[in-house]
């Protein structure tokens, strides 16, 4: 397994930024690292073969988007978080994907995750009930389990339990059976997170690099605050921490000149290797 890449597809909350009309500072700012989309994330990679793979965390309702900026130009298998709307309603763009390769592509989620998108998207685990022939995707739907890693192609994913206000939701710690002295990886993705609960803790050892919500400073019920994430961070005691899924409130500039050393706020389109 060879040149690694994690990819920021989208780093900003539920709304995107900028907000609809909203006139605020960050809406209307001319650093491309305030215009964010909804949260998601590629991880692409060679595998053992010589053969490209790519695989989504969540698909937001800008993935079309997110895949023509940033060139997603393959798709071997989805990992979902959780159900929420900013981070599922992209999964009809994944048909021009099964189109290219030419085969069906894997969806892992929890239980309730996998239901959801059953429900939302009948017409593309039920496309026999669709009253015309229509291009949809193909996918096959796989239980996913906290704390039972999914190997793909040399990568292992393994889902960790957070919690989203009362929500529980996985995350991800990734890696390989043998990550290189300077490598990105282990890594661990926490996104849409409120609270971390004591048996997660242990999972997070060693990680190099942690993806951590950290939605404004304001308190909310169901996102950590800056200052949150950045007690998290320091006790996790990654050597590189990113923080995603920011609102309107965090201007980029004036947020990251304020944060610790080793940590920072994701932008659209970083890419860690």
Not at 25 to 49: F, G, M
Not at 137 to 146: C, S
Not at 174 to 203: F, K, M
Not at 234 to 258: C, K, L
């Amino acid at each position: 397994m060879r040149d690694f890449k994690f990819k920021f597809l989208g780093t900003g909350t539920s709304s995107g930024i900028p907000v609809i009309g909203c006139d605020c500072a960050v809406c209307t700012s001319a650093d491309p690292k305030d215009n964010r989309l909804r949260t998601s994330a590629a991880v692409e990679w060679i595998d053992d073969s010589g053969k490209p793979r790519t695989v989504l965390i969540d698909t937001s309702p800008d993935l079309r988007q997110q895949a023509l900026r940033f060139g997603i130009k393959r798709l071997d298998a989805i990992l979902y978080t959780h159900n929420h709307v900013d981070h599922t309603f992209g999964l009809d763009e994944v048909r021009r994907y099964n189109a290219m390769q030419g085969q069906a592509i894997d969806v892992y989620a929890e239980a309730p995750t996998l239901a959801f998108l059953k429900r939302i998207f009948g017409h593309i685990f039920e496309s026999e009930k669709n009253i015309n022939q229509s291009f949809v995707a193909t996918l096959i739907a796989w239980p996913l389990e906290i704390g039972k890693a999914v190997e793909l192609h040399g990568v292992r994913f393994t889902p960790l339990r957070v919690l989203h206000g009362r929500l529980p939701i996985a995350g991800f710690r990734i890696e390989t059976a043998n990550d290189a002295a300077g490598s990105i990886l282990p890594l661990a993705y926490l996104t849409d997170v409120s609270a971390i609960p004591p048996e997660t803790w242990p999972q997070l050892r060693g990680v190099r690099t942690l993806v951590l919500d950290a939605l404004r400073h304001r308190h909310h019920p169901t996102h950590l605050t800056i200052g949150q994430a950045v007690s998290i961070a320091h006790e996790i005691g990654a050597e590189q921490t990113y923080f995603v899924h920011m609102t309107h409130d965090i201007s980029h500039a004036e947020t990251q000149n304020d944060l610790p050393e080793r940590m920072m706020l994701a932008w659209d389109g970083l890419e860690l290797s």
